[in-house]
């Protein structure tokens, strides 16, 4: 529907394992995010990336990676996670990274749920 | 803490009503302001968005309004229907960083 893609929808881990969210957007855009939605709390922002180049990571614990092969993918791998970790995550996309640039509609994905044992 | 805000968590009205759901920012140096939706289990969608150098924006049912004198951003929904019942997030885009802060949302309820 809106030209970003995420999966998988849900997800259920333990603490110790390794586990990866994708996402994918259509729409040709140079920017791409991942947020966290907790209940209750505004939207956080996890990281940025520009042009495949991570231009902001607001200070995420280690045991979320990010990743951007091309302009069009965004993975998050999770390792070691804990319960609070569990959330929604939203992968979005805007045609250019926030940083200089003003008007900054960013288009959202549908969301993984993760839930962590 | 947070920047951008709601005045009220959740909100409830009458199907055909008018709802206005209400968002306080503090940062003078945003310029560009979106209103989101959030239905259940999907992601947020953009609704109608704003300059700084504007006081109001109209789309299909919706307005927007700025005052930045007192940082106060206001969405409203013309004859409201069972199908914008969503949680409503405002953001806004502070033109030194760039990337858009949300606030928490308001839960809009329609009663039939």
């Known amino acids: 529907e809106t030209g970003v893609t995420q999966t998988p929808r849900h997800l259920v881990m333990g603490m110790t394992n390794k586990k990866s969210l994708k996402c994918e957007q259509h729409?040709?855009?140079?920017?791409m995010y991942w947020y966290k939605q907790s209940a209750k709390k505004p939207l956080e922002l996890m990281f940025v990336y520009s042009l495949e180049e991570r231009v902001e990571n607001n200070s995420v614990p280690s045991r979320f990676s990010p990743e951007c092969p091309n302009s069009s993918h965004l993975f998050l791998h999770l390792h070691t996670l804990q319960p609070e970790d569990s959330a929604l995550y939203l992968c979005?996309?805007?045609?250019?990274?926030?940083?200089?640039?003003?008007?900054?509609?960013?288009?959202f994905g549908p969301g993984t749920r993760l839930t962590v044992l | 803490g947070e920047s951008v805000g709601l005045h009220l968590p959740t909100l409830s009205v009458q199907e055909g009503d008018n709802s206005i759901i209400n968002c306080a920012y503090s940062n003078s140096a945003s310029d560009y302001f979106i209103w989101y939706k959030q239905e259940s289990g999907k992601g947020p969608q953009f609704i109608i968005d704003?300059?700084?150098?504007?006081d109001k924006r109209q789309g299909q049912r919706v307005t927007v309004l700025l005052n930045k004198t007192v940082k106060h951003l206001s969405l409203q929904i013309a004859a409201t229907q069972p199908g914008d019942s969503a949680v409503y997030f405002c953001?806004?885009?502070?033109?030194?960083?760039?990337?858009?802060?949300f606030g928490k949302g308001t839960k809009l309820s329609v009663k039939p």
């Open positions: 953001a806004e885009n502070r033109g030194s960083q760039g990337n858009l802060i």
């Open positions: 979005a996309s805007s045609q250019h990274a926030g940083t200089g640039s003003s008007y900054n509609e960013q288009f």
């Open positions: 704003i300059r700084s150098n504007m």
């Open positions: 729409l040709g855009h140079n920017a």
